[in-house]
Nanobody, 112 residues
Framework: QVQLVESGGGLVQPGGSLRLSCVAS????????VGWYRQAPGKQRELVAAVTSGGIANYADSVKGRFTASRDNAKNTLYLQMNSLKPEDTAVYYC??????WGQGTQVTVSS
């Protein structure tokens, strides 16, 4: 079983930056693809970025060029560097490991 704990969310002004972290328990983190998802009020949860077990990242079109996802398997940690944030990036951000393991989410609010 894997437990995931996200951190790093908060309130930031448009154009600002945040770095999210997701720490996984257990020893199987490195075997799985991982990803960041987000869910805004009244909307469905959507994929933001996916990272393969080998560290290759793919992004939603809406965040390409602004967000960078990476992983450190030695630290069982997934990161999401978010730059040039926009109000439409406001959402609860979740990390996911494999097919079934989810974190509890961290709120990101972009507002002036």
């Amino acid at each position: 079983q894997v437990q995931l704990v996200e951190s790093g969310g908060g309130l930031v002004q448009p154009g600002g930056s945040l770095r999210l972290s997701c720490v996984a328990s257990g020893s199987i983190f490195s075997r799985y693809a991982v990803g960041w998802y987000r869910q805004a009020p009244g909307k469905q949860r959507e994929l933001v970025a996916a990272v393969t077990s080998g560290g290759i990242a793919n992004y939603a079109d809406s965040v390409k060029g602004r967000f960078t996802a990476s992983r450190d398997n030695a630290k069982n940690t997934l990161y999401l560097q978010m730059n040039s944030l926009k109000p439409e990036d406001t959402a609860v951000y979740y990390c996911k490991c494999g097919l079934i393991y989810w974190g509890q989410g961290t709120q990101v609010t972009v507002s002036s």
